[in-house]
Structure formats: structure tokens, C-alpha cells
């Protein structure tokens, strides 16, 4: 197993992780959290609640990484 085939499934596995995270986001388990979201990213989601912008960065970071995964399948096949 050559080095960018590690780096995939390294990377599949954390796309999965991020998406876990995402859905226990949206099922309020960080609901308790106190979590205090920077007032230059406010004007993103108004009247967003703290759960919600660990929903919307653990998807952002899924998306990432499968983007990512594509990136490394593509140069699997061009090498």
C-alpha cells in the first residue's frame, strides 16, 4: 500500500469522524456547552446556537477532507 492509498483512507477516516461529529451536533449533544463564537463571525448565522456552529464546522471539515480524497485518487492515477 503506497504512500497516497494511507493518505486516503487517513483522509476517508477523518471525512467519517467530522460527519459523526456533525450528527451528534444535530442531535444536541453540545447543547450544554458554553461556547463563545467571535463577534467578527457573528454576521455568518445571526441567531445561530453554539450546537449549530459545531453542526456547520464539522460538515465544513467532512467536505474538506473528501474534496481532499479526490485530490489524492486523481494524483493516484496520474503517477
Same mark, same amino acid.
Given at each position: 500500500m503506497g504512500l497516497i492509498q494511507i493518505g486516503q483512507v487517513f483522509l476517508a477516516l477523518l471525512a467519517v469522524a467530522s460527519?459523526?461529529?456533525a450528527y451528534l451536533a444535530s442531535e444536541g449533544l453540545f447543547?450544554? =456547552?458554553d461556547i463563545k463564537v467571535d463577534s467578527d463571525l457573528v454576521w455568518l &448565522?445571526?441567531?445561530s446556537k453554539p450546537?449549530? =456552529?459545531i453542526f456547520y464546522f464539522s460538515i465544513g471539515l467532512a467536505i474538506k &477532507?473528501?474534496?481532499w480524497v479526490g485530490v489524492?485518487?486523481?494524483l493516484d492515477r496520474k503517477i
Open positions: 460527519g459523526y461529529m447543547s450544554g =456547552w &448565522f445571526p441567531n450546537e449549530d =456552529w &477532507f473528501l474534496i489524492l485518487a486523481w
